[in-house]
Every structure is written in C-alpha cells, then in structure tokens.
C-alpha cells in the first residue's frame, strides 16, 4: 500500500492525467486527499451480480479466494460507502459498453 500511495502522490501532480487505481486505493484518506488534489474521483459504480459475472467464479484473486459470492458482496456492501463518499462523480456502468461509460466521463469532465 505505500508503493501506492507513493504512484498516486506523483500520478496525482500531472496535468490531464487519467489514473485507474484498484479498488483498495481509496480505503485510505492520503490517497482520496491526493486524488483530489489535482482532479476529480470518478466512481464506477457496477452491481454485484454484474461484478461477479467479470471476475468469474475462479478469478484467482485473493481477496475473494474461497467464497467467491459471499466475499463479493460483503466487499460491496462494505466499500460502496466508502467509493460513493470519495467521489466527485458516479458512473452506474451496468450494461454500458466501455465506449459509452467513456463519453459518459468525457461528459462530467468537460
């Protein structure tokens, strides 16, 4: 987490950046205060049930080793709070395609 910390101080200093983070990034306020420094959180927000059919149900992702549902939901239960408190912007992402959640970004940011 502080390699993290450290990518997103310096990501965070350039002009017209767009930065993809994880979604541990802003669980810690350092990063949501660097974030927010010189830009703007954008929140894509997806349904479980959409998320899970993504990672698939052996997504060899530790976090959601074992249980791969259970942990899912409990994670969004846990962090939509979290995500949705960090962000400037939502995106509900959920049966758009990357083209579309893109303009729809393009849009906020303009």
Same mark, same amino acid.
């Given at each position: 987490r502080e390699l993290e910390t450290e990518t997103v101080r310096v990501l965070s200093g350039?002009?017209?950046?767009?930065?993809?983070?994880?979604?541990g990034c802003v669980l810690r306020a350092e990063n949501v205060k660097l974030l927010k420094s010189?830009?703007?959180?954008?929140?894509?927000?997806?349904? *479980? =049930?959409?998320?899970l059919k993504r990672v698939g149900e052996d997504c060899g992702r530790p976090l959601l080793s074992g249980d791969?549902?259970?942990?899912?939901f409990k994670l969004y239960a846990e962090r939509t709070p979290i995500y949705e408190a960090a962000a400037d912007f939502t995106v509900e992402t959920d049966g758009l395609? *990357? =083209?579309?959640?893109?303009?729809?970004?393009?849009?906020?940011?303009?």
């Open positions: 350039l002009d017209g950046a767009v930065i993809s983070t994880g979604g010189n830009g703007k959180i954008i929140y894509l927000k997806t349904q *479980p =049930e959409t998320l791969i549902r259970g942990k899912l395609s *990357p =083209e579309i959640i893109a303009d729809k970004i393009t849009e906020i940011l303009r």
